[in-house]
Structures are given as structure tokens and as C-alpha cells.
């Protein structure tokens, strides 16, 4: 079974590599688009899979990447890295001061806070126009450039975002394997049994919104990049709410699921298109049938699938 | 225990089936068109999502355009097609969709989108190719005014400001009260806020609500009190003008075009009356050289046209009148040359060479006022100073 | 600062709080119910709404007669969702995130589906009574919001009255906090959660038939009034229908308040922040713990 598992993970690494240059190029652009959308996830999923926490906020820290980089590299003309980095500073600091407070709540209020938090911050995209741009936003973000190499083709783009995505899942499989994943699921799974143990649940869940946060950030300053403009319009509740169905539609707890999720947010709508003016209830209809027919989202179902035809071989 | 294995057995095969199914949409129609390749058009407009009532419209003239052109020959003989998408009022969609009408329907020119956002997207894809764009948004951020070969056929944010501080000077408010949008209400009313001294005009009380607020009574309630002369109202949702006529105020309410349409005059109800728009086509008595445009619109859907339907029909032949000078086969840069001229449209006359990339001028702005929902065409007309 | 413009938005800020509360009292009511946190209930205002549009201009039905069937097809789209989609799911143990994703793609679908085979066009009913206009204070009353005032107090009074003394109420509130004793002493605890959602339904109708003459309704609206009638639920302890109310009212009070006293640019960010201010002040709701119990 391990060895069957490697083998797995290693087809899917060489098929995220080899198969996109064979791809139409607008479809190379959704996968940027999957990656840029499971880094952000990637947050909402450990929050969601390993504190059993409802972010409904995410779009906060996408935003701030998307405008420090937005911001910095063209009215101050600093250099890419400087977004990130600012960005990530900023969110990092912002997560650590509403997050400590809202933390102590659990469920469904929670859920509201993040929401609230939402909310208020697309508020101040729109009424600080002098750093956001505000309704017109910011455009001419440059492209990304490795030394001399410049990222401006969606297959170019694609193989960054295709690293950052790698990277990101390999520390969250390590976290979630450390001691902190284990406490972290402790403290999910009974409260209680983990403050006895020791373990400081705010303390904790904190870190991991910082983390999350961070994640979103850095999705943030990719896509700003990709897009080349940053606009609230992109910043809405609706991206949020996108944010949190790509853990749940994979399936929360796995990592896969993760990539599973933001796939399907991106991908399907695309090909739904083809339907006209049908395709956005079609969209609505296959998450209903994901649901319904998928209790453990589609990492579940695949997972399933795999079990099934591995005992299948088995006589 | 039983339930739970049987659910579990219908995973894969659900699973199974979405996979078949995204097989089986990706793969791309195999018929294709023999005969004449047609000239391809691609068109990105949001005809779903919260820009829908901007997109349907646009779609709607523009489709028009398509018909009556193919009708009269198209360009140089070719026949036109256009390409249209939906960017689901989604900047995101708008990147894939450009680059799939750019790279795979290998389309010759692009028109879109309705909203700001989504333009700019899509700018950054057409700017490094120097391929014809022709936006039905609004001037966005600076960086459009260095993308030479996107045009804008909406009307500046300044020029609606002018339009609304001419007409409030000429009916001699002084005190103007000012309900907008945080959305491009606060960039039309920053403008207003820069011209008004030169009209000698002040704003008593100026209120904000959100793009889709579905209720503005508290604002409009400030804004009574302050007592003005006239309002200004910019936003793109009837609620605002419903607020202060159910307040009764009965102060002429002058709002900006994006509130021209007979969809939101539906939704103000009761209050639709002594409300004037600077705007460009009243379809009950248009201009002379919009009678064709008007006549035959009202043929094809069986009602009259406004500003947004003008405006997808002005693009399409926007672009037409640049492959007609540059020749169908002329290379993009040629195309971008003579886009930049001067273009007499249906909608307005355009100079696309002008500073705000449009040349919309005030003398174009046609005044109309809505007694009891009707648009009559006001006798009013703004003088270039 | 005068009286009127205080009147004025006190009054505004009341209307649009019963607006939040009459979508959250319906949420709380299913979510009482059947632990669903329904996603969803502004689309059922949204439906109920149309339907009547439809009947009333298109069709040319009494206004009284249109209202009920617009009430009724909330209760229908109710039970068809409990039938259709959450038995199932219940029965097969699905996880708790499962049903906010499941209302989340309905309200999608819902929403695109308005917008494809009704257009984009915002729609307004007319008022309730007559459209007489009353000065009270110096503020400019209409006569449907004194109907939406009376309505929304009568509906909650009777909702609660519906769960402490009818034997549907009681027999729906067992089934929901203790489903096995319920079964055991015969109470259908199916049945009872296909009922719950239907109220949720009528009630999430009820609630946009009575906005629609102050509230031009349209496909994107639906979302909207979810997230504000989320709010109201949760701040009144999300399972009590009364919280929910008083919890809309605050709400849209607090709204009204931060135009007047502060800048209607910050209108959002005022309310929202003391949201999460009060919540994290009373983490059991505005009504503290007998919220979170009480009926």
C-alpha cells in the first residue's frame, strides 16, 4: 500500500510537469489560476481540517498581497520580492491582532467573525482609494522575472506557481506529521483532553490563522503578478466563500483534497461556459452533486475508486 | 452500517461520471465551419453575476451590430462573427476567456468588458500584442492611458461630472446635495468635488452607500436635512432616488447616465419623476443620426434602445471602421494607428486620438428628465467652454 | 443634530433590522430544527417574492391570493430540499461542512436560475393597505412599514408560542434536541425535520413578500440578505428565533446609528467591527445562555 501510495504521488508529480505544454494555452491559465486558488485554500484547509475552524476571511490576506505588490511595484517601483515580503509582514501582523482576539471563539461564531472580517476590510478597499485604487484599482503590475527570464506566458507562470504549490503542501505535511499537527487535533477533536495535555488552544489556532494568512498572502502577490492589476472586484465575499468550499468540496482534512478543491473552482466554471447562459446554475447543480453523492469530497471518492480497483487486482 | 457502505459505494461511480464528464466537455467541437473564414470579433462582456444588467444589454446591441452588418455585406466582403464570452463579472474569468478568443478562436480584435476590472485584465493580454480593444468601461486606472491600442467608448468620469454641474448651474442650484456608490460614484463624485468651485457650486451634504445597498433612507435623510437645491445622485441601482422621493423631497434629482435604463426606472417605482440624466439616446425622440440605429433596434426586440445597447453597437462598428481604413489583413499596430482617429457612432461622435481617449465631448451630451417614468428629451444642451 | 433626521434613521434603522431579522428568524428556525446552517434563506425570500410578482402583474391574481401561494411555494422549496437532499445525507452520516456547502451551491443555482429565466430586472411589489404617508416626529412614515413592523412582532410572537405550546412545535423541538428518545416514544423525527424546513421556507418567503414593497428584489439579492440574516441569527444565539429578531433589530440600528453619527462611508466597517466586538463580549448571543436554549 505505501509503496503503491509513492507510486502515485510520483505520476502526479511527472504529469503536473510534462502535460502542460500540450495543453491550449487558456487552459494552462486555469491551472495557474488552480494554483494560485490552492495556495489561498491550502490556509482555509489547515484551519478548517486540523482546528475544525470556518474562515470566511481569507480574502483579507489575498488582498493585502495582491495590493502590497500592487502598491510597491508601481508607485514605489521596488522589486517583487518587496511585495511578497511586505505583504506577508502585514498579514502576518494583522492575523496576530484580530486573530488572538476572535480566536477564543468557536462554531458558527467564529465563522461569523471571519465573515464580519470580510466585510469590513472590502469596505476600506473601497474607501481607501488612495492606496487600493479603490473601485478602479491598480494596473500594470509587472511581470515576474527570474534573473532575465520573464514569466510571461501562462506556461512560464504556471511552472512558479506549480513550485510555490509544492513547497506550501510539503511544510503542511510536515506540520501537520509534527507534534503541532498532533496537538492540533487533539485540541479538534476533544478540548478539553488537549488543555490537559498542556496544550494552549489559542496559542495555537492563532499560529495556524497567522500561517493561513500568510498562505493567503503569498496567493495574493502571485496573482497580482499573473493578472497584472489588483481591484476590489476581485476581493469580494464571493472569493471567500470560493476559499472555503475548495477544502470542503476535496475533503477538509487532506492535502489533496486541497488541489482536488481548487481544480474544480477553477476548472468547472470554464467548462461549464460552453452551456451559456446555463452554466453558472450548472456550477451550482455539481456542487450539489459533489455533496450528495461524495460525503468525503472528492479526494474521498477517488481515494474509493483507488481502494476498489486495488482490491479488484487483488483476486 | 449498511447505509453508510452503500452511500460510500456511489462515490466512485459519481466520481467516474464527473470525470467522464469533464472529458467530455473539454474536448473541443470537431466541426468546423467550411466555406470563407469569417472575421472574428471576440466579445468578453459579464452577462452573469452582479454585472449582468450591463452586460445583457451590451450583448444585445452588439449582436445587432453582427446581424445588420452581415446583412450589408460585412467587412470588405468577409462576413463578421462575433465571439462572445461571459466573465461571469469575474476579472479571473476574463484572463482565461481573452486568452482563449486570443490564442485558440484566433479572434482579430477583442471587445470587453463591461466593467473596469475585467477590461484592465484583459488589457494586460491584448497591450503586448497591440491587438484592437475597444472597452465598454469607463477610463480605469493610469496605466490604461499608456495602452494604446485599448479605447474606451464609455464616457469619462470627468465629462459625467461636467454634464451634472452644467445642468445643475443652468437650472441655478448653488447647494447641491451629492448620494453615490462607493463603487464609480466616488470616482464621478472626486471629479465633481474638483469642478464645482469653477461653477460655484457646494456640496451641503454628500452621502455614501454600497454599490448594492438595498436600503440608502438614512443617508437620504441627512441629506434632507442639509436642505440643497438639487441632488446628485451616482450609482447604478434605482434604491437611492426611491429613498429621497419617499422622503418626500422634491428637488430636481440629477443622476449620472448609469441610471439611464428602463430596468432601474422600473425599480424606482413611483418615484420616477423630476429626475434628469445627462445621457446620450432617448429612444422615444432621438437625435437625427440615431433614428436608423433606434428604428432598427426596435425591430429586432421590440423595445427602445439606452446607453449600454448603444454602446455594444457603437464597439462593433468601432472596429470595423479601423479593419475597413487598415485593411482586414493589416498587422495590429497598423489597426491600433487608425483606431485612433475620429469615429462618427451611433451612440456619440468619438475622436479617439483626444486626451481622455475618447473625445466624447460635452456638446454630445444629450439632457433627458423623466416625467412620471417616461424619458422626455430636455431642449438643454452643455456648451463647451 | 435634529429630531427629525434621528427619527428618521431610528425608523430606517428599524426597517432594515426587521428586514435581517425576518430572514434570521427563519434560519434559526431550521437550524433549530435540524442543525442545518442554511446557506440559503435569502433565496427563499427571493422565490417567494418572484412568485408573487408573477401571479400579482403577470397573471393578474388577487393580491391576498398571490401572497399565499408565494408563502406556499417557500414551505414547497423547503420540503423539496429536505426531501431530496438532506434525508439523504443525514442518513448517510454526512459531515457537518457538507450541509453549508450544499445550501451554498443551492442558493447559487437558485440565484443563476433567477437571473436566467426571469432577467435581471429588480422587482417591487406594492404596499400593504394603502400608500398613505404619515409624519411622525418629523419623520415621513409609509403605511406598509407600519404593516412590516406589526407582522414581523406578530410572527415571532407566534412562532414562539408555535414551539412552547402546539404539539407539532414541541413534537418538531424533541426531534431536533434529542432525535433517538424522540423516535423511541413514537415521534416522526423525519417528518418533523421535513416540516421544520418547510416553515423555514414560509418563513424566508413571508420575509421577502413583506420587503418587497420597500426592497426592489432581484437575483443578486439573495446573498445579501443571507449574510445579514446570518448575522442576526448568530447574535441572538443562531437556534432562537426571538434572538434572531432582536438580533436583526440591533443590527440594523447599529447600521442606521453609524450613518448619523459617523460617516455612511464607514457604515460597514462600524457595524461589522462592533459584530465581532459583541461577540466576542457575549460569546453565548445577545440573549446569553437562556438564548442558546430557550425557545
Known amino acids: 500500500m505505501k509503496a503503491s501510495r509513492s507510486l502515485v504521488i510520483l505520476l502526479s508529480i511527472a504529469v503536473c510537469v510534462a502535460l502542460p505544454p500540450f495543453l491550449p494555452r487558456h487552459f494552462v491559465d486555469l491551472l495557474v489560476f488552480a494554483g494560485i486558488y490552492t495556495v489561498a485554500g491550502l490556509g482555509v484547509g489547515l484551519l478548517l481540517g486540523q482546528c475544525g475552524i470556518a474562515n470566511l476571511g481569507q480574502i483579507v490576506f489575498y488582498a493585502i498581497g495582491a495590493y502590497a505588490t500592487a502598491y510597491l511595484t508601481v508607485y514605489v517601483q521596488a522589486p517583487a520580492m518587496v511585495g511578497f515580503v511586505v505583504g506577508m509582514l502585514i498579514s502576518a501582523a494583522l492575523a496576530l491582532t484580530i486573530g488572538w482576539p476572535i480566536l477564543r471563539l468557536t462554531g458558527y461564531f467564529l465563522a461569523l467573525a471571519t465573515l464580519a472580517m470580510g466585510i469590513v476590510a472590502n469596505a476600506l478597499f473601497f474607501e481607501w482609494d488612495w492606496l487600493t485604487g479603490g473601485t478602479l484599482g491598480i494596473g500594470g503590475i509587472p511581470k515576474l522575472q527570474i534573473f532575465s527570464f520573464v514569466l510571461d506566458t501562462p506556461l512560464r507562470f504556471y511552472y512558479l506557481v506549480l513550485g510555490v504549490v509544492a513547497i506550501c503542501l510539503l511544510l503542511a505535511h510536515n506540520l501537520i506529521r509534527s507534534r503541532t499537527g498532533l496537538a492540533l487535533r487533539a485540541m479538534r477533536d476533544s478540548q478539553d483532553a488537549a488543555i490537559s495535555l498542556a496544550v494552549n488552544p489559542r496559542a495555537l489556532r492563532t499560529r495556524i490563522f497567522i500561517l493561513s494568512a500568510l498562505l493567503g498572502s503569498v496567493a495574493g502577490s502571485l496573482f497580482a503578478h499573473y493578472g497584472g492589476f489588483a481591484n476590489v472586484q476581485s476581493f469580494g465575499i464571493e472569493k471567500s466563500i470560493n476559499f472555503l468550499l475548495i477544502p470542503v468540496l476535496g475533503g477538509a482534512t487532506s492535502l489533496i483534497g486541497v488541489v482536488v478543491g481548487a481544480l474544480f473552482i477553477a476548472v468547472v466554471p470554464e467548462l461549464l461556459s460552453q452551456f451559456g447562459g446555463l452554466h453558472q446554475i450548472l456550477f451550482g447543480v455539481a456542487l450539489i452533486g459533489v455533496v450528495v453523492l461524495m460525503p468525503a469530497g472528492l479526494t474521498g471518492a477517488l481515494a474509493e475508486v483507488w481502494r476498489r480497483s486495488a482490491e479488484g487486482a487483488r483476486p | 452500517m449498511t447505509a453508510k457502505k452503500t452511500y460510500h459505494g456511489r462515490a466512485p461511480a459519481a466520481f467516474a461520471l464527473i470525470v467522464a464528464g469533464v472529458a467530455f466537455l473539454s474536448t473541443p467541437a470537431a466541426a468546423q465551419r467550411s466555406g470563407a473564414e469569417p472575421f472574428k470579433i471576440g466579445v468578453i462582456l459579464a452577462l452573469t453575476g452582479a454585472g449582468a444588467g450591463l452586460g445583457i444589454p451590451e450583448r444585445s446591441g452588439a449582436l445587432l451590430a453582427e446581424k445588420i452588418i452581415n446583412s450589408k455585406g460585412g467587412v470588405n466582403g468577409t462576413p463578421i462573427q462575433l465571439v462572445i464570452e461571459d466573465d461571469g463579472s469575474n476579472p479571473d474569468g476574463a484572463i482565461s476567456k481573452a486568452n482563449s478568443l486570443i490564442h485558440r478562436e484566433k479572434v482579430s480584435a477583442l471587445i470587453g468588458s463591461s466593467q473596469t476590472a475585467s477590461t484592465v485584465a484583459i488589457g494586460g493580454l491584448t497591450d503586448p500584442l497591440k491587438m484592437p480593444q475597444v472597452a465598454l468601461s469607463g477610463l480605469g486606472p493610469a496605466i490604461e492611458r499608456d495602452r494604446k491600442c485599448v479605447l474606451h467608448v464609455a464616457p469619462s468620469q470627468a465629462l459625467n461630472a461636467k454634464a451634472i454641474l452644467e445642468y445643475a448651474s443652468s437650472i441655478g442650484a448653488k447647494k447641491l446635495g451629492a448620494l453615490y456608490d462607493s463603487g464609480y460614484g466616488t470616482v464621478v463624485y472626486n471629479e465633481l468635488r474638483k469642478l464645482s468651485d469653477a461653477y460655484g457650486i457646494a456640496f451641503v451634504a454628500t452621502e455614501k452607500f454600497e454599490i448594492s445597498a438595498t436600503d440608502t433612507t438614512t443617508q437620504a435623510a441627512k441629506i434632507r436635512a442639509a436642505q440643497p437645491d438639487a441632488i446628485v445622485v451616482v450609482g447604478v441601482t434605482g434604491v437611492p432616488i426611491r429613498s429621497l422621493r419617499q422622503l418626500q423631497m422634491k428637488q430636481t434629482i440629477i443622476a449620472a447616465n448609469g441610471l439611464a435604463s428602463y430596468e432601474t426606472v422600473k425599480s424606482m417605482g413611483d418615484a420616477a419623476d423630476n429626475v434628469v440624466f445627462p445621457e446620450f439616446l432617448v429612444g422615444e425622440d432621438p437625435l437625427p443620426h440615431q433614428a436608423e440605429f433606434v428604428k432598427l ?58 486626451d481622455d481617449l475618447n473625445g466624447i465631448k460635452l456638446s454630445n451630451i444629450v439632457y433627458s428628465k423623466l416625467v412620471a417614468g417616461q424619458f422626455t428629451r430636455l431642449p438643454f444642451q452643455a456648451k463647451e467652454k | 443634530m435634529n429630531v427629525g433626521l434621528l427619527a428618521q434613521s431610528l425608523l430606517a434603522g428599524i426597517t432594515n433590522g426587521l428586514t435581517y431579522a425576518l430572514i434570521g428568524i427563519g434560519l434559526a428556525a431550521i437550524f433549530k430544527g435540524s442543525r442545518v446552517p442554511n446557506a440559503m434563506q435569502g433565496e427563499f425570500s427571493v422565490v417567494g417574492a418572484i412568485v408573487v410578482v408573477l401571479l400579482l402583474t403577470g397573471h393578474g391574481w388577487p393580491y391576498w391570493l398571490a401572497i399565499l401561494c408565494g408563502g406556499l411555494s417557500g414551505a414547497i ?58 409624519i411622525i416626529l418629523d419623520a415621513v412614515v409609509r403605511e406598509h412599514v407600519i404593516w412590516l413592523i406589526a407582522i414581523s412582532i406578530l410572527l415571532t410572537i407566534g412562532l414562539r408560542q408555535f414551539y412552547r405550546t402546539t404539539s407539532v412545535g414541541l413534537k418538531m423541538m424533541a426531534a431536533s434536541i434529542d432525535p433517538v428518545g424522540a423516535a423511541s416514544i413514537g415521534i416522526d423525527v423525519t417528518l418533523m425535520r421535513t416540516f421544520t424546513f418547510m416553515l423555514g421556507g414560509a418563513l424566508g418567503a413571508a420575509a421577502g413578500i413583506l420587503i418587497t414593497p420597500i426592497i426592489p428584489v432581484d437575483y443578486m439579492i439573495g446573498l445579501q440578505l443571507t449574510l445579514k440574516g446570518f448575522a442576526a441569527a448568530i447574535l441572538g444565539g443562531l437556534t432562537n428565533p426571538l434572538g434572531a429578531a432582536i438580533g436583526g433589530l440591533v443590527l440594523g440600528i447599529i447600521e442606521a446609528m453609524a450613518i448619523v453619527g459617523v460617516s455612511s462611508s464607514y457604515k460597514d466597517v462600524i457595524t461589522f467591527s462592533l459584530l465581532i466586538l459583541i461577540m466576542i463580549a457575549m460569546p453565548q448571543g445577545l440573549l446569553g445562555r437562556a438564548g442558546r436554549t430557550g425557545g
Open chain 2, 297 to 354: 433596434f426596435h425591430k429586432e426586440y421590440g423595445r427602445f434602445p439606452k446607453i449600454l445597447e448603444a454602446v455594444g453597437w457603437d464597439a462593433v462598428h468601432v472596429i470595423l471602421a479601423a479593419f475597413k481604413k487598415a485593411d482586414v489583413g493589416a498587422n495590429n499596430e497598423k489597426v491600433c494607428e487608425a483606431i485612433r482617429s475620429t469615429f462618427k457612432g451611433d451612440m456619440t461622435d468619438y475622436d479617439f486620438s483626444a
Open chain 3, 77 to 134: 422549496l423547503g420540503a423539496f430540499i429536505e426531501v431530496a437532499f438532506i434525508r439523504y445525507m443525514i442518513r448517510n452520516a454526512a459531515p457537518e461542512d457538507s450541509y453549508l456547502l450544499l445550501t451554498i451551491g443551492i442558493g447559487l443555482s437558485i440565484s443563476a436560475a433567477v437571473l436566467y429565466f426571469f432577467g435581471r430586472e429588480s422587482h417591487l411589489l406594492p404596499g400593504f393597505g394603502s400608500d398613505n404617508l404619515y
